[in-house]
């Protein structure tokens, strides 16, 4: 049997879920292990703030290329068609597989593989609240937000929540590169 004797797929009947979670994963492990090779290698310091240029451009990079790569893997099985809607519901999807991902192992990060971070990041900010002047008083209320907010549970969410927008931003652009049809017209 030929390749021209095989079904032709329509755009609208490949599934997006398997691409979405093979890729949603595959990038969220490679941001995961990225953080953690800057971090432990020295070049990113994130309680003093040391390279975070480093980070958001690796961070950017491999969001970027892990969505365009899924989109052209999906616009593949698509028979190299696809819309701009298409793109970007395939995106999203992916990106929230990625952020979900991310959120556990986030997490993971915070509670288990270095937890003395937060510690560090409560540090620096009782730190600089006195560099500031604040008093005993103000500094105690000001870490019961602190507290609240630097929590592995917050800061993953919090974290999940950004990586959401930029991944969307980064879905409209990648969609935008990938499209090449038009959605169909009804009459």
Not at 126 to 154: C, L, N, V, W, Y
């Amino acid at each position: 049997m030929s390749n021209l004797d095989e079904p032709i797929m329509q755009p609208e009947s490949v599934p997006m879920r398997p691409l979405a979670l093979r890729y949603g994963l595959l990038t969220a492990l490679a941001l995961f292990v990225i953080g953690l090779a800057l971090q432990f290698s020295g070049l990113v310091d994130p309680v003093a703030r040391k390279g975070n240029w480093i980070s958001y451009l690796f961070t950017l990079a491999i969001f970027f290329g892990g969505i365009y790569i899924a989109i052209r893997e999906y616009k593949k099985e698509s028979g190299n068609t696809i819309t701009f809607g298409r793109a970007l519901g395939f995106g999203t999807l992916t990106v929230a597989i990625i952020c979900l991902a991310g959120m556990v192992l986030n997490y993971l990060h915070f509670a288990f593989i270095d937890p003395g971070m937060i510690d560090q990041i409560r540090n620096a900010s009782i730190a600089q609240m006195e560099e500031r002047g604040m008093d005993e008083t103000q500094i105690e209320q000001a870490m019961k937000f602190t507290k609240m907010f630097t929590s592995p549970i917050a800061m993953s969410i919090f974290g999940a929540i950004f990586s959401f927008i930029m991944g969307f931003i980064v879905t409209l652009i990648a969609g935008g590169i990938h499209q090449n049809a038009k959605p169909a017209q009804t009459v």
